[in-house]
C-alpha cells in the first residue's frame, strides 16, 4: 500500500472570524482524481493554497507527495503543478514565453523549457496561438494555457481550483477531456468544483464541503445513492396515458414512479441503457413520448438532501 | 544564491520583453519625462531665480533625481497586478528563490531608469544643459542616480504588496512622493521657501540627493552631501527590502 498522494488531517485554518476550514480530513491514493465539491464559499480554494505551500494551516498536517507541506515546503514546491481560480498568465507574454518563463522558473534552461512549452502547446490545441499575446486568448484558450503552465514540470501531484468556472459548454468539453488525459498518464488530481456533473464525470472520489468542514465523501455513484441517484424524466405525448406510463416504468426504480407536471419522474440507480430501456417498456404499452431524458442530482440537490440546507451562494458571493 | 540570481534575471526579462509591446507604457519612460522638463524649464524657469547658475543647469539634477524616484511606479502596479491575477500564487508555488519575484521587478526599473535618464539627459543637453565635471564625476551621478531609484522601487513594492488595487497604489503613491519631491530643492532653491517648508526641505532626502547630484554634476559645492545621499539611498534600501520579501512571503493573506 503505498502512503496518500494527498492527505489532511485536523486541518483548521482562519481568517480573522472567519473558520475557512474548520477541522478537515482527507486522504487520496497516488493516481487517482479527488473532487471537492461544494458551493462559493464552502473553503475549497482555501484548502487548495494550504496545499500548494500558499498558506500556513493553523492546526492539523497536511502532506503533499509523501512530504508535510509546511516543514519540507520547497520539496513540495517541485513536485506539484497549480492551476488557480483565475488563470494566472502573463497577458503581455505570448503562449510560448508563458510556458518558457514557468519552466525556468522550475530551475530548466531556456532551450529545454522552449521545447517543453511548444510540446505543450501543442497538445492543448494552441500551437497556432503560440506566437500571439496571451491578451488575444478567449477565457477558454486562457484556461487551456493556464493548464499547460501547471504542467510545465511534469508533476506527480496536480491541483486545479474550479478549472472550468466561467466557460461556455463547448470549451468545458474540451478541458475535461484533457484532464482525463492527465489521469491516463498516473498524475494525481485534486480539482474543485461548484457542478455535480462535473465532480461525477472526473473524480474516482468527491468530498462534499459546506462551510470548512467535509460533510460528505465517497465515490460518485455512493454520493447520488444517497440522494436519491438520477432521476428520469418522461414527457408525454398524451396525459391521459400517464397510468398506463406509471405502470410500465415501476420495474424499473425501487421507489413508484411519480406524476409532476405532465412528466412521469422516477429515480434510477443502474445507469446504463436505461433509457432505452424505459423507452422500450412504454413503446410496448403503446405510450406515446415526447422526450425523455435523464438528470443528474444537481449541487443544490446534493446539499439539500445532505444538510438539510440550500447552498448558501448569496451570502458568500466574496470570493477572495 | 545561482537561483536567486537566475531566477531574478528570468523575471525581469518577463517585464521588460513587454516594454516595446506596451507604446504607452514606453511613452510613460520618455515623452512625459521631456514634456515636464520642457514646461519647467520654458514655464517656470524665467520666474525662478537661481543665483549662480542657468535654471536648466540647476533643473536637470533634480527633475532627473524626481523621474528616477517616480521611476518605480512600475513595480507597485505591477505587482498589484500580479497579485490580483492569480500571479503571485502561481509563483509562490514554484521552487523559485523567494525574492526572485521582487529582484526581478526592481532590477527591470533599473533598465527603465538608465532609459529615462538617457532621455532627459540627452533633451538637456539639446537645450543648453552643460556639465561642469570630470568623467568620474558624471559617472558617481549616474551611480547615484540608479541607487536612488533602485532603492525607491522597493519602497513601491511594499506599496503595491500592500495596496487593494492598482488605483489606490496610484494615488498613495503620489500622496507620498510628490510633496518629497516639491518641497525640496528639486525645482527651486529651498531659501525662497516659508520657514517651515525649509526645515522639512532641509532634512528632505530628496534635497540631499538632489544637492548631491549638483555637487557632482554642475559643480555646486558638496557640503556632506554625496555621502548622505549614498547612505540615504542604501538606508532606504535596508529598511523596505526586508519588508517587501517579508510582505510577499505572505502575500494575500498567509
Ligand atoms: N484571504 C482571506 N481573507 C479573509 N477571508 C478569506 C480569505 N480567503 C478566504 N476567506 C473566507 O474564507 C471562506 C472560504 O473561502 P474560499 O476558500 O475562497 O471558498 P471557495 O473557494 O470554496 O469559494 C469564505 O468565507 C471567504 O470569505
Ligand atoms: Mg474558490
Known sequence: MSPPAISMAGVVKSFGDVRALDGVDLETPPGSVLGLLGPNGAGKTTAVRLLTTLLVPDAGTIRVAGLDVVREAADVRRRIGLAGQYAAIDDNLTGLENLTMVGRLYGEARRTARRRGLELLERFGLDDASRRPARTYSGGMRRRLDLAAALVARPPVLFLDEPTTGLDPRSRLDLWQMIEGLVVDGTTVLLTTQYMDEADRLADSIAVIDRGRVIADGTPDALKDRVGGERLEVRLADGAAAPRALEALAPLSDEPPTLEDGAVKLSVRGRSGTIVDAVRRLDEAGVGVDDVGLRRPTLDEVFLSLTGHATRRDDQERDR | MRRLVSDTLV??????????????????????????????????????????????????????????????????????????????????????????????????????????????????????????ASPPEILGGVVLLLLFGYAFSWVFALLGLLVSSPEAASSLGFIAVFPLTFVSSAFVPIDSMPAALQAFAQVNPFTVTVDAMRALWVGAPAGDNVWGAFAWALAILAVFAPLAVARYRRAAGG
Open chain 2, 11 to 132: 523575471v525581469a526579462e518577463r517585464n521588460l520583453v513587454r516594454l516595446p509591446r506596451a507604446p504607452d507604457l514606453l511613452l510613460a519612460f520618455t515623452v512625459q519625462p521631456v514634456m515636464f522638463l520642457l514646461l519647467f524649464v520654458y514655464v517656470f524657469g524665467g520666474a525662478i531665480s537661481t543665483p549662480g547658475y542657468d535654471y536648466v543647469d540647476f533643473l536637470i539634477p533634480g527633475i532627473i533625481v524626481q523621474n528616477i524616484a517616480f521611476g518605480g511606479f512600475v513595480t507597485a502596479l505591477g505587482l498589484n497586478e500580479d497579485l490580483h491575477k492569480g500571479l503571485i500564487d502561481r509563483f509562490r508555488s514554484l521552487p523559485m528563490a523567494r525574492p526572485a519575484v521582487l529582484a526581478g521587478r526592481t532590477l527591470s526599473d533599473v533598465v527603465t531608469n538608465s532609459l529615462s535618464i538617457v532621455v532627459l539627459l540627452v533633451t538637456g543637453l539639446i537645450i543648453g544643459f552643460s556639465f561642469d
